[in-house]
């Protein structure tokens, strides 16, 4: 069905190692956000891209990069930078044409080994 | 900063009761979203509020937008267990290029 698709649902991350999480859409959505989601808590910011091959720091941005080369897709990666990645990520996407709703994947959640 | 509070963070009720969950914001606003958390899942929005003085509902929930207040709430009829789920509200700062900041969310317990 269509939507947005983030994968792997589970991942787990050594000491030093990189990690990318993936997102796809196939809404033809614009906008494409990361969220992280800490246990008990709200959603804060990581980047965000309002179309292709521009994208923007949020509120938490240090330790993690993206890129935006096609429309569809907006993969984040967690550097090793990041040094407390354990958390629950959230992909969401926006249409700037079909109204301000935000819609999310299903979620990627990232453990430490 | 846009800082968005809501309050309770915990609340747990009982069947067929009413209550009210708040949203407070700290800058100008007229965009306001509740969504709906269930544990280990994804958001499901449940309401988007675009104007001062806004109303919406869908079966026992009700929205609603005072952006003069910078506040807005979330009210439950009649509770069941079925809506036992995190609560969320997210603003939308006019200037913010599409941002939206996330409150903390309200844990909801309803039982039998």
């Known amino acids: 069905d269509g939507g947005i698709t983030q994968s792997p649902k589970y991942l787990f991350r050594k000491e030093g190692q990189n990690v990318t999480l993936s997102c796809e859409q196939n809404?033809?959505?614009?906008?494409m956000y990361w969220y992280r989601q800490d246990p008990g808590q709200g959603l804060r910011l990581i980047y965000y891209?309002?179309?292709?091959?521009?994208?923007q720091k949020g509120d938490i941005a240090e330790g993690y990069s993206v890129s935006r080369e096609k429309k569809e897709s907006f993969p984040l990666t967690v550097t090793s930078a990041q040094k407390n990645p354990t958390a629950f990520y959230l992909c969401?996407?926006?249409?700037?044409?079909?109204?301000?709703?935000?819609?999310f994947g299903s979620g990627t959640q990232l453990s430490v080994l | 900063e846009l800082k968005v509070e809501q309050n309770p963070l915990f609340l747990s009720m009982q069947e067929g009761k009413n209550y009210t969950i708040y949203c407070n914001y700290s800058?100008?606003?007229?965009?306001l979203y509740w969504y709906r958390q269930d544990p280990g899942k994804s958001l499901e929005s449940l309401f988007v509020?675009?104007?001062?003085?806004a109303v919406k509902q869908e079966g026992r929930l009700m929205a609603s937008l005072d952006t003069k207040a910078r506040l807005s709430t979330l009210h439950i009829t009649a509770a069941v267990h079925d809506l036992s789920a995190t609560y969320f509200c997210?603003?939308?700062?006019?200037?913010?290029?599409?941002?939206?900041?996330f409150g903390e969310g309200t844990q909801l317990t309803v039982n039998p």
């Open positions: 969401a996407t926006r249409s700037r044409d079909r109204g301000p709703k935000l819609f």
């Open positions: 809404l033809n959505h614009d906008a």
């Open positions: 891209s309002q179309i292709v091959n521009d994208f």
């Open positions: 800058t100008t606003s007229d965009r």
């Open positions: 509020l675009l104007s001062n003085g």
């Open positions: 997210a603003v939308e700062e006019e200037t913010s290029g599409s941002r939206l900041t």
